[in-house]
């Protein structure tokens, strides 16, 4: 577990942070913007989570802790981790939320258009969230084009944009209040 005791250290004020492994780099690094992101996703969770309930805040209440997990796996560079091993994200944590993906998509009609992010407000709060955590693993895709990364981190956040996906369409009425885009029906 971790222990704060101290919230401000006074290290960063140089404009450089410690990673995992305790290598300083700068605030601005691709890495550091990647485990950010990730936090930002979580906050945004953390957002939606106020306007769901039941079953729905339970999977986001999931989601936030395994989002933690990413951030831990991010922000040590594989293979230079300090203690015995550093915490990864597993394929468990991807085959859960493909299994959950599976159990909310089953009721819902197919889609005859692309969704508009909106309809219910707990809905519209999981498709802000989907659109940070694909932001997130842009950057996670950016970094795995220069360093190593764990397959089962990227694996994981791309699932979990579908997954919030289905989530607010399971949090629209079953999909009954999705906002359907209607192409071109304001052109003059």
Not at 28 to 48: Q, S, Y
Not at 53 to 77: I, K, Y
Not at 110 to 118: E, H, K, T
Not at 152 to 164: E, M
């Amino acid at each position: 577990m971790v222990r704060l005791t101290r919230i401000y250290t006074r290290g960063g004020d140089g404009g450089e942070t410690s990673l995992g492994s305790g290598e300083r780099v700068p605030k601005h690094a691709l890495r550091v913007e990647a485990v950010g992101t990730v936090d930002e996703a979580n906050a945004a969770i953390g957002v939606a989570r106020l306007a769901t309930a039941g079953e729905a805040d339970t999977m986001l209440e999931r989601v936030q802790n395994d989002l933690f997990d990413l951030g831990a796996d991010l922000c040590t560079p594989e293979g230079r981790h300090r203690g015995p091993q550093a915490l990864r994200v597993s394929d468990g944590q991807v085959e859960r939320l493909e299994r959950e993906i599976d159990a909310l998509n089953a009721p819902l009609r197919p889609l005859d258009s692309f969704i508009l992010p909106g309809g219910t407000p707990a809905a519209a709060q999981v498709h802000v969230a989907r659109t940070v955590v694909r932001r997130a693993e842009r950057l996670m895709t950016r970094l795995a084009a220069e360093e190593e990364l764990n397959p089962a981190a990227l694996r994981y956040i791309n699932r979990l944009s579908d997954h919030l996906f289905v989530l607010a369409r399971h949090l629209n009425d079953g999909g009954r209040a999705d906002v359907l885009w209607k192409p071109g029906a304001n052109r003059e």
